[in-house]
């Protein structure tokens, strides 16, 4: 039999192409060409992304939360106060001056001590006039670099959001700035992903988290939530609702974003909503945040570190959310009455949109210890 030159065994360098298809290794390439697509260019571009955006979030929220600490400073160095002081250099002033006015009426006889006396009060005018017009000046320049630093932020959160490949759908008109129709939004909660999306879609004025005591001594996000102004709560604290309530006075613009089941679940139920999101009797904007059938983002006690989270999020070409602003509920009377019953209406519109059902700590936790 003869050996035709097409049927000749094909040399791996002369013929790659050739020798590929004969050995099946072309097939093979074929096959997995998205599997290689996946592992060794989207993969690491998006790791790198994600360092990206960790990497200057962190380092933006370090110069935040010292820098602030350093203009506080500065600023009560300025206006002549102690670090622990928190009467103002006006009241100071006043008290000087009045005394000082007491003393020159009560010794009118003595008129270079009323002249030096009314020429020191003068003088000490002036100084605080020149320390307050300095004192509004560094306080625009302080809040110009924030807004900045903010817009930065929410560009790092968008990057990360990214970079963990989550095609973001939003449904419903987000309370944004002078459109902010509710002071606190609540939402359910299952990983690091709802507070990343909630800080640049509401940019540039993100809300204010509240957020368990412990996340503030985690090594980034805990300084990525100080530079937030993020509300840290301890379990059972009376003081809880004080420390709210104080930023909700001073909120403006932002709005208080609370995720009131207080944990991380899988998203295939709705526990009990804390009653100290509502406590405060304000309106509340509801927020139901839902993810694709193969999409598990959720990071919790006992479950997947947050490495594999990452991993598993990163290797999907896409990983579909879509986040539902659902209308702004007002209490009722007898809800200002009694918070929990208003509580307990919000949790039953978020689970209705979310399509899961309502389960108690209580009746979870038995089911937990029969399995176990």
Known sequence: ?????????????????????????????????????????LLPVRACCLAWAVGIGYGVSVTV??????????????????????????????????????????????????????????????VMQYRYGLHRV???????????Q???????????????????????????GSDNDAPIIVCNHQSIVEPAFFIHHLSPHPP??????GVQYMMVFGTIAKALSAIFVRHKDPDNMARVRMVARRAGLRQILIFPEGVTTFGQMLLDFKVGAFALRERVKPVAIMFGKDVNPSWVKGGP??????????????????????????????EVADPSIFAERVRETIAARLKVPMVSRTALASSLRASG
Request: proline share 3%.
């Open 1 to 41: 039999m003869t050996v035709t030159s097409h049927d000749r065994r094909a040399h791996p360098f002369w013929s790659p192409w050739k020798y590929f298809r004969q050995q099946g290794l072309l097939t093979l390439v074929q096959a997995n060409a998205g599997l290689w697509y996946i592992h060794f260019v």
């Open 65 to 126: 939360v010292y820098g602030n600490a350093g203009a506080r400073l500065l600023l009560r160095a300025l206006l002549g106060l102690s670090v622990d002081d928190n009467t103002t250099d006006i009241n100071q002033n006043s008290s000087s001056s009045t005394s000082s006015s007491l003393y020159t009426s009560d010794d009118d006889s003595n008129s270079v001590t009323s002249v030096w006396s009314r020429e020191s009060t003068n003088r000490q005018n002036v």
């Open 138 to 148: 560094i306080m625009r320049v302080v809040w110009v670099i924030r807004r900045v």
């Open 150 to 176: 903010f817009l930065i932020l929410a560009a790092c959160c968008r990057v990360f959001t990214w970079a963990l490949g989550f095609d973001i759908e939003v449904v419903g008109k987000a309370p944004k």
């Open 208 to 213: 204010y988290f509240v957020a368990d005591d």
């Open 305 to 334: 570190s947050l490495v594999r989270v990452l991993y598993s999020l990163m290797i999907h070409r896409s990983n579909p959310m879509r986040v539902e602003f659902l209308e702004t509920m007002v209490p009722s009377e007898e």
